[in-house]
């Protein structure tokens, strides 16, 4: 498996400058889904073996969607929330699966990150000391998964599972937005993944907020042409969002789903296609 440019920089960043970037500070976005955790995850694996970096793993929110927070549970996911202004005074920052201008992260204000790391597509005023936001793959694990397997970093199992779950939600099972990378990833980590522990974190209990937000979904959506979509009102998590816009997509002859929520005072979106060229991501 061929490591891609960011995957070799990663290698190149951590075996030259490892030491100089300890401690690390590593920041996912507000309320991480399974990429952002695993790749994470990925991120201190990789910086701890290649350049001795000591690393913690922070995020802003909750975990709220029921699979996300069995698979940090089961997993035994190192990161933890943050803390009132413990950002302030760390000496090195990386930011992953996301970026400062996106307003979705808690970077302080005006601070460069030493490292961004994402897949998602790269906003103008995304700065840091090493940018590495690659567009073409479908997640941002399967960057880390290049870079652990060209550097020969071994994959314990459940870093294995977590990467495993990563990719396939972000991609919903490789098919949706997934690049041929994503998928060589993808198989190339499978064999060390617990099935049992995947399979439990898939199908996890559910609390009564689901399912109110769910019938709320399906009792008020409408739909124009190609196009399903609601407002959801308040919701308990975030998370609900793309739940709900990823069920209402599956209504037969839509192409195009759209839900809208309110948490915590904010306006959340989710869009979602079936269409692989569509590029979703890309118009919000």
């Not at 590593?26 to 701890?48: E, F, G, K, V, Y």
């Not at 941002?140 to 977590?162: D, K, M, Q, Y």
């Not at 709900?244 to 904010?266: N, P």
């Amino acid at each position: 498996m061929k490591p891609g440019f960011h995957a070799r920089r990663l290698i190149k960043l951590f075996t030259e400058r490892g030491k100089s970037l300890s401690p690390l500070t590593i920041l996912t976005h507000d309320h991480p889904d399974p990429d952002a955790l695993a790749s994470a995850w990925a991120l201190a694996h990789l910086a701890q073996a290649l350049g001795k970096v000591r690393s913690r793993i922070v995020y802003g929110g909750a975990i709220g969607r029921a699979e996300n927070r069995l698979m940090a549970e089961r997993l035994l996911v190192p990161a933890r929330p943050l803390r009132k202004g413990e950002l302030a005074g760390v000496p090195h920052l990386a930011l992953i699966d996301t970026q400062p201008p996106f307003k979705n992260n808690r970077c302080p204000p005006r601070r460069i990150p030493d490292l961004i790391l994402d897949h998602h597509p790269r906003h103008p005023d995304s700065q840091a000391h090493v940018l590495l936001v690659d567009e073409t793959v479908g997640a941002t694990t399967t960057v880390l998964v290049e870079a652990l397997l060209a550097s020969g970093v071994r994959i314990p199992r459940r870093l294995a599972t977590a990467i495993i779950y990563g990719i396939g939600s972000e991609t919903q099972n490789l098919g949706r937005e997934a690049t041929p990378r994503d998928m060589d990833a993808y198989k190339a980590v499978w064999p060390l993944a617990n099935m049992k522990a995947l399979w439990r974190i898939s199908y996890p209990q559910r609390a009564p907020a689901f399912f109110r937000a769910l019938a709320r979904g399906i009792n008020a959506a409408f739909s124009s042409g190609p196009v399903v979509g609601v407002h959801l009102g308040d919701v308990s998590t975030p998370d609900r969002v793309a739940q709900v816009a990823d069920f209402l997509l599956t209504l037969e002859k839509m192409r195009w789903s759209v839900v809208t929520a309110r948490y915590s005072g904010r306006l959340h979106i989710s869009l979602r296609s079936n269409d692989p060229g569509a590029g979703a991501g890309r118009l919000l």
